[in-house]
């Protein structure tokens, strides 16, 4: 049964060339033994399915799932800065090897700001990369952010940023979710790492940043924000193009457990377009309601501001 699901991906992959004289070249064997394993005569070895594979790029974990357990992959645990700027690139990997047209989709189910708009080298960033390097690492010794000095982000992160603006994007936002680096700033502050000038600074860019995506929502009509009300967010990042789906669920904060089961991924999609069905699109709302959501969130920010 695995053979013949193996040939067919095989064959859906060759179109009209032929299938015996794939294989043959592929495997290095003649167009005879080549039959053999067409017509089931013979068996692939482990070697030879594992060749095969690769070559045409094809995932023998869906030979393995069924309708309760999936396959899913894992990006690597992010414990130093290193680390972080290997997730950026495998990130960047994933992004690049899906097929991106007109109808693809990327949805964001932004419990914090997507991350795709802090990979650069700005105050913001590196005191997220501070944030994230103190709650990932338990060996991490809690320094002054100051004396904190990351490995500068590389080129790699600015085309994945351009990637993902480029890519019709459908986020979900609400007030909670510029939360969690405003309580990151205060915390850090209160306890002394954190000085007030550069946690003016760093307030100052996020206000920068809201008004950014807020004018992005405005002129930008392949990017839609949408207000949701009703449920908690997640982080959760899906990708659709018709063709091909990726689910990225997030774990340990910062990795992604990573899915193309075509089920799984039908139901995700179900799903986020149940939530826009119950979400106020901040798009086509009107200036009243677009400016009251952000409003909130630069309010926030000044309230801060004021605090420190």
Not at 158 to 185: A, C, F, G, H
Not at 232 to 244: A, K, P, R, V
């Amino acid at each position: 049964m695995y053979q013949e699901l193996l040939l067919k991906e095989i064959r859906n992959k060759i179109g009209d060339k032929s299938l015996n004289d794939e294989l043959a070249n592929v495997l290095n064997i003649s167009y005879d033994a080549a039959h053999r394993r067409t017509s089931m005569k013979s068996k692939f070895s482990l070697e030879e399915s594992l060749q095969l594979a690769k070559f045409y790029n094809i995932s023998l974990d869906k030979f393995l799932e069924n309708e309760s357990n999936l396959l899913v992959k894992k990006t690597k645990a992010v414990n130093k800065t290193e680390d972080l700027h290997s997730f950026f690139d495998n990130t960047l990997d994933i992004l690049s090897s899906i097929q991106f047209s007109e109808d693809s989709v990327i949805y964001y189910s932004a419990k914090d700001i997507p991350f795709f708009y802090t990979v650069s080298d700005t105050l913001l960033s590196r005191f997220k990369i501070y944030v994230w390097m103190n709650l990932l690492n338990s060996k991490q010794v809690f320094i002054p952010f100051q004396d904190f000095q990351p490995q500068q982000f590389n080129s790699k992160t600015k085309i994945l940023r351009e990637i993902y603006e480029e890519q019709n994007v459908i986020e979900l936002w609400n007030d909670m979710t510029i939360s969690s680096i405003l309580l990151q700033i205060s915390f850090y502050f209160e306890i002394g790492l954190l000085k007030k000038e550069d946690a003016v600074n760093i307030l100052s860019e996020l206000d920068d940043l809201i008004h950014y995506i807020e004018n992005k929502t405005e002129t930008n009509p392949r990017f839609q924000i949408y207000q949701n009300e009703l449920v908690h967010l997640s982080n959760d990042i899906f990708i659709n193009n018709g063709q091909q789906s990726t689910l990225a669920i997030p774990c340990n904060m910062f990795g992604y457990l990573l899915m193309n089961d075509s089920k799984t991924c039908k139901e995700t999609l179900n799903y986020f377009e149940h939530q826009i069905k119950n979400c106020k699109s901040l798009n086509t709302a009107g200036n009243r309601d677009r400016k009251l959501f952000f409003n909130r969130m630069y309010q926030q920010i000044e309230n801060l501001k004021q605090k420190l």
